[in-house]
């Protein structure tokens, strides 16, 4: 990297993203390495696109309605990760208030104002799971169907789990 010296100022903030960078890219390493050779409960990583960012997990939840099949996640990291937020998205259909129909999802504690560096990937996973298996709506993307699950939950539960069997794959 050059540094040009016209004003101190400069020269420290140039070095400074240097350094950012660096702290960005061993996190990143750190995290890669704890998610090829660790597993969660209910997660397994199926690819890494490192030139992307972009990991994909399969999410086979063990709670009704969505145990009867497994959920695609994608994971795209940031360049500046962790100081920025990671963003999930399902690549596989499913039917969840806090999941849009394009997949993307809203996890609370995950947006760019809320998240702190300190979490981390597992922390992502595990607040994923929380958030569709404790089946919460409190920052719904899809209307709808919070309508339907605060309004009628056996309903809800019993149209998520055809819609898993139809959509999700095969475990």
Known sequence: MMVVKTDK???T???LDAEMLEVCK????AELNWAKKNTLPMFKLITVDEKNRN???LFTPDQPPYNNGG???SVLLPVNYPFKPPSVNFLTKIMHPCVDEAGNV???GF?????KPTLRIRDVLLRTAQLILDLEANRPLRNDLAELLNSNPALFTQKADEYTKKFAEKR
């Open 9 to 11: 100022k400069k020269e």
């Open 13 to 15: 903030d140039v070095r």
């Open 26 to 29: 061993q996190r990143y390493m």
């Open 55 to 57: 990991w994909s997990f």
């Open 71 to 73: 959920f695609r996640l």
């Open 106 to 108: 809203s996890i609370p």
């Open 111 to 115: 947006k760019s104002e809320e998240w």
